[in-house]
């Protein structure tokens, strides 16, 4: 264990002095309670303490927000393209400015370590300064007429009210990446953030009105999360769904949205290969899985699920990579050193329980951990499986938890074979020295994102966004943009 640098009662009474700790729901620029007064607990994974109480709001509350989202899409939209960019520069500016206390709020709500919550506050904030610039280049096209009489123009137009549905692992970057391309087109949003993280939501929140976008162009409801996703599907003022979370709920919003025929963007589940040849440099697999597998405690939709290395390597790479698995501090994600943080509740360190004994009733042998960590909580070994195939639950499953199963495979193809035999398709990882098998693999690998000698790949510049049943639509980079726009062709007769 290492030295715990900060208590989280001093943590949150800094928060409450910076400002930040917002504990009410913004709708239309105002911070309001719900409005039968109920309440609901978020708690520190790693204490089990009390941090605040936020709002439990319902049906009422996100209408009126969605209302505020209406009204206020007019102003907001005929804005020019650069002053929404400069409203948005000046939100990441605040972002960065404020990176420490958003970085402890999201370590004190969500476990993840203090660094890589910095690293998620840089993350998160390079959205919005991506799409502030992008804001200024949604370019239309213009068409050579099939007549001489005509001009054919094709507009880009925001969609209207955006709806959006944000999950805990990432707290703050999944809101900016998707509240940064809607308010760079013009579109006003609707933020419903997981009950487990709300407050780092309310504080970016917070800092986007002192940015200057104006009072209802964002707006945060908490609490009830079928109420709010019914309110939010039912409403033709919505236009758009954006959703990040499992496989399950974005099929029912995916079905719900038919009713008004929203646009919807999906970023789901996954089911990661991580292709280990022969050929590959051990050190590079074993850094770029170990970072691929580990990252948030392994609770991230990209995280390597299934590492598959091939029989020439596979000892030597299982050796090196449980060395290094064993080197990893668990603890609070306060306290200096420690790589893995608590699992968020105990649901989740329950399917992990249940993917592990699975495993090993199937045949694979626990080489690391395999058990709950001595500290309690939600603390979990971080843990290596050998001997895993593609028919136990711990490679079919997203397994959203510090296990590592190793897969044994003998040729290339197998190894595709093994990573496509999946519903999912967002992220997949590849490691090796040789060149034509990197294109070869990349190509006939069924997913959405691919690393190639590479573990930790995502960044705002590059398309983000899954195929098979990981979603629909891309989130992040030039492409990102488009899913807050809508075409609109315009044909000049007689001229
Ligand atoms: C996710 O887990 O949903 C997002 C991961 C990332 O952006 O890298």
Redesign the pocket.
């Known amino acids: 264990m290492g030295t715990v640098t900060q208590q989280p009662a001093v943590s949150v009474n800094r928060l409450r002095e910076s400002g930040l700790l917002k504990t009410q729901g913004l709708i239309g620029g105002k911070w309001v309670d719900a409005y039968d007064g109920k309440t609901i607990k978020v708690e520190n994974p790693a204490t089990g303490e009390l941090i605040a109480n936020v709002p439990f709001m319902g049906k009422k509350e996100a209408g009126d927000a969605i209302s505020s989202a209406y009204s206020t899409f007019n102003s907001w939209s005929k804005l020019s393209a650069s002053e929404r960019s400069k409203c948005l520069r000046k939100w990441y500016d605040l972002l960065l400015a404020h990176k420490d206390d958003l970085a402890l709020l999201i370590t004190l709500e969500q476990g993840k370590p203090l660094k890589e919550a910095l690293g998620e506050v840089a993350?998160g904030a390079s959205f919005i300064e991506f799409f502030a610039e992008e804001a200024k280049r949604t370019y239309g096209d213009v068409i050579p007429p099939t007549q001489n009489d005509r001009r054919l123009l094709v507009l880009k137009q925001p969609v209207g009210v955006v709806g959006a549905i944000t999950?805990w692992?990432?707290p703050l970057?999944?809101i900016a990446?998707k509240a940064g391309p809607a308010l760079a087109s013009g579109c006003t949003i609707v933020v419903k953030p997981s009950e487990y993280t709300p407050l780092t939501a309310l504080a970016a929140a917070e800092l986007a009105l002192q940015a200057g976008i104006p009072p209802g162009a964002l707006n945060v409801v908490l609490g009830n999360s079928s109420e709010i996703g019914d309110a939010l599907l039912e409403s033709t003022q919505v236009r758009k769904l954006t959703f990040?979370g499992s496989t399950a709920v974005g099929k029912k919003l995916m079905a719900g949205s038919a009713n008004t025929v929203k646009k919807v963007s999906l970023?789901l589940g996954g089911n990661a290969p991580c292709i280990v040849f022969d050929d590959a440099e051990i050190d590079v697999a074993v850094k770029g899985s170990l970072a691929a597998k580990f990252r948030n405690s392994g609770?991230?939709?990209?995280?390597a699920n299934r590492i598959l290395v091939q029989e020439g390597i596979y000892e030597k790479f299982a050796n090196a990579f449980s060395e290094a698995v064993k080197n990893m501090q668990v603890g609070n994600g306060l306290d200096e050193g420690v790589a893995q943080g608590p699992l968020i509740n105990e649901a989740a360190v329950e399917k992990v329980e249940r993917l592990v004994k699975d495993a090993t009733s199937k045949g694979a042998n626990i080489v690391l951990g395999g058990k709950r960590h001595s500290l309690g909580m939600t603390f979990y070994e971080p843990t290596v499986i050998g001997n895993a195939n593609n028919e136990m639950l711990v490679c079919r499953e997203e397994v959203f938890g510090p296990v590592a199963p190793l897969l044994r495979f003998k040729t290339e193809d197998e190894a595709i074979r093994i990573a496509n035999d999946t519903n999912a398709g967002l992220a997949a990882y590849i490691f090796t020295q040789c060149i034509p098998r990197s294109w070869r693999v990349s190509e006939a690998l069924e997913y959405g994102l691919v690393g190639v000698n590479e573990g930790l790949i995502?960044t705002e510049v590059a398309p983000?966004g899954g195929v098979k049943q990981s979603g629909l639509g891309r989130e992040g980079s030039k492409y990102g943009m488009d899913e807050y726009m809508e075409l609109k062709y315009v044909c000049f007769g007689n001229i």
């Open positions: 993350y999950p692992n990432f970057a999944m990446r990040t970023e609770q991230t939709c990209v995280c995502s983000f």
